[in-house]
């Protein structure tokens, strides 16, 4: 492997979460799917807008990067 080569980038690396979504998801699931779901119709279309991977999506939250 050469590592002589280097390729830099800028990137935006984004955790969004939801407050007490597991909390929330044993009193009322339904409305913590919504929640869920809602927030991820709203972040994910920036997200390929701006050409970047949506990464995971970890308990109430999502992983992303954003490139340069």
């Known amino acids: 492997m050469d590592f002589t080569q280097h390729t830099r980038r800028l990137a935006t690396i984004i955790f969004a979460g939801i407050f007490c979504l597991p909390k929330m998801s044993s009193g009322d699931e339904v409305k913590a799917l919504e929640i869920s779901t809602a927030q991820k119709q709203i972040i994910q279309p920036l997200v390929q807008e701006f050409g970047g991977p949506w990464l995971i999506e970890p308990g109430?939250?999502?992983?992303l990067i954003i490139l340069d």
């Open 60 to 63: 109430g939250g999502s992983l």
